[in-house]
């Protein structure tokens, strides 16, 4: 972080974090993967990776990206602020399921609701959720609709 005269605010820098670690990968250039369970046991993906099957309940389960695309299956808008939160509203919310048949709960990029369809195309991207006190900006995962 980087000081101004006058005691001005500090000057955000350009680094960045994950609002929580071990959901993401988040490359420098900004592009990432989502981090989902495997298990052997039973077949099944579950968000967020765990050692543990929340289906079937085995252990060993295997962490692995996820796919970066799905449908939208339930969408709204935020405009109030929630408490705690200091980001930027309004901003889109919704579910969305992968092929891998994981339904995530996620934030959209799109707040108007006017330009959202149910089942529409939607690719992974991250999004600043805030600066924190040291000047990084927290990064969360979101998707986006994809059109044409």
């Known amino acids: 972080m980087t000081t ?4 001005s605010p500090p000057v955000p820098t350009t680094a960045s974090i994950p609002v929580t670690s071990g959901l ?3 490359e420098a250039d900004g592009t990432g993967r989502l981090l989902g369970g495997f298990c052997a046991s039973c077949g099944r993906y579950h968000f967020p990776a765990g050692d543990d099957c929340p ?3 085995a252990s060993g389960c295997v962490r692995r990206a996820l796919s970066q695309r799905g449908r939208l299956c339930l969408f709204t808008a935020v405009v109030n602020r929630p408490p705690g939160y200091t980001g930027e509203v309004p901003f889109g919310f ?4 992968l092929p891998e ?3 995530l709960i996620a934030r959209i990029t799109e707040a108007n ?3 959202l369809e149910l089942g529409m195309p939607v690719r992974l991207t991250f999004v600043p959720v805030h ?6 900006e927290v990064m969360t995962y979101a998707f986006a609709p994809e059109r044409g």
Do not use: I
């Open 113 to 115: 609701l006017d330009r």
């Open 94 to 97: 919704g579910v969305v399921e």
């Open 4 to 7: 101004t005269p006058n005691d």
């Open 55 to 57: 289906y079937c309940c």
């Open 131 to 136: 600066v924190d006190d040291q000047g990084r």
């Open 101 to 103: 048949g994981l339904q």
């Open 24 to 26: 993401f990968e988040l």
